[in-house]
């Protein structure tokens, strides 16, 4: 029977790039959801931007542009990032669009009527600095249960929750400052009043692998401690959604992003014609949510109670993943190991990465760790030197032969590898797709001693072994494609790549049952590349130079400077190095000043530039500057003007200034050491 099955993945935050950890998550995802595809489920993938909160608030400002210019660039680039690695959503939206909106508005007025809601003041974190209050993410120290250092504002690795106010020497991650205790009126959740049927859900059925709901049980859902009311707003300013019944208050980033799950099904619901309750409010359909470790409290206690609130359906599975290290080390943009999507495909092919991480996953919630010499033997000697090499050996004969008319005898190497399928299917199923991928590596360990021993390079010279070759081209091509077929869901390319090779687009897992015969092969073109270790450490390389030219510029002063100057005068047509060196610009020393009775706004000025060269100029600068204030002043003139006689006298030149004019009129400054006469460049 077709399952229908509902796919999603955490929402990735819009305030900075996809990079290989977050990888992890989103492969693991679109491996899931392929095979599910390949097998013959209804299987939809959904996804959209995390776009709330203070960071993205702080980004937009510091660099000018809107929080909606902000988030769309993101989107443009996680995108571009996801496809270029072949992770493929049904539909990718935004937690900023009014569908978002509307299912906030719903579940919260479910909130209201359950009378789960209580609001309260709160001593809460202030950045002085940032002129805001801080969000948990936004606050480093040490941790109040078991010392740990640097630990954000609301969890420890040890697996402590507690308030950012509990932290022992809090920081502000906007402004390295030291925090402030303000009081603000927030609202919550009393989670408490969810306890029986969370403690239902997670004892009850298979949504939550065995440690996980063993870790809830015993630290959140323990008898003797109540469930900590969830602080579910923050206080403006603030991007996000304001709450309709509490004006000045805005759902926390953390209400309105799984929200989103549901806001971006009925996106595309609407645009394919189909009934949002058939995914969210039908027994039928099954709901995967596919979110890293750190995230769990939210998805496995929060978010369950929101959806049983407001009616909707329960998850299925929360499929659980653990980080990942590079080199037996946390990820660091100082040791260049947080390496950005874009910078590692200049480096690598994406499916070497999406194999490598399907090798490495489990459905237990362990750690990865890429090591840069495992990876490079990994995949160069089971892609390349196994699945690949078993096409190639025989490729470049196909085209020639074509495959037999009847699959020749092969000593059961087709028959046990469909036969294979099966525990291989089962391994998907379950995300262990570790286990799948040494099953798979196995059948090519069987399949390539076949072409070996068959030497069909020998045969291509023997005029009376012509047949005998299209058999073992038949029996390799119809082996790898078994191989592709298994691999389609870590290796898509691959598979198009056997398709443009064989003729027949891998569409389905029962294709591997069934052999290909008495069809004609294409010219056989070179499938995959070795990867070499220079290449990795070349990744890492530039990604700390990458990261050693972001710190520069995060520590340079920020000044807020508004654009309404730019608006107001645009920028002039551009001109050639030509042009600019014709006009010539030179210090120059105010000699005298004084006012010109008949003119409201000029001041006559005579400059001196050394020696006995002196110019007369008159200025429009009377409404901004005392002329006995000026003398003795260097300004910047231009020189070479055309002499313009004027009823008051010649001007022979034009002080340089800024300003809209009137009181609003700057002259440009010349550094101390300046000397009368020299020429600006």
Known sequence: MTRRILVTSALPYANGPIHIGHLVEYIQTDIWVRFQKLIGNRCLYICADDTHGTAIMIRAKKENRSEEELIADMSRQHQRDFADFHVEFDHYGSTNSDSNREYCHQIWKALRDADLITERAIDQLYDPEAETFLADRFVRGTCPVSGHKDQPGDNCVCGATYSPTELIDPKSTLSGATPEIRTAVHLFVELEKLRPFLTQWIDNGDALQKETANYLKGYFLAEDKPLKDWDISRPGPYFGFEIPDSPGNYWYVWFDAPIGYIASTAEWCTANGESIDDWWRSESTEIHHFIGKDITYFHT????????????????????????????????????????????????????????????????VEDLDLGIDEFVDKVNSDLVGKVVNLASRVGKFAKSTGLSPIYPDDGGLFQNAAQAGDAIAAAYESGDFSRAMRLIMELADAANPFVEHAKPWEMKKDADRQDELRDVVTVALNLFRQLAIYLAPVLPSLAQKCDALLGEPITSWQQSKTPLVGTPVEKFKRMMERIQPEDLQKMIDESKANADAEAATENLPTFNDSDAPLKDEPLADEITIDDFVKVDFRVARVLSAEHVPEANKLLKLTLGLGGDETRQVFAGI??????????????????NLKPR?????????MVCASGPGGEDVFLLAVDEGALPGQRVH
């Open 301 to 364: 206690l929060f978010w369950p109670g929101m959806l049983h609130t407001a009616g909707f359906q329960l998850p299925t599975k929360v499929h659980i993943h653990g980080f990942l290290n590079v080199g037996g080390e946390k990820m660091s943009k100082s040791t260049g190991t947080l390496i950005a999507a874009e910078t590692y495909q200049k480096y690598a092919e994406p499916d070497l990465l999406r194999y490598f991480y399907a090798t490495k996953l489990t459905p237990r």
């Open 645 to 653: 006689k004027m009823r008051f006298g010649l001007s022979e030149g």
């Open 622 to 639: 009377k409404a901004a500057y005392q002329p006995e204030k000026l003398v003795g002043r260097l300004v910047v003139m231009v020189a």
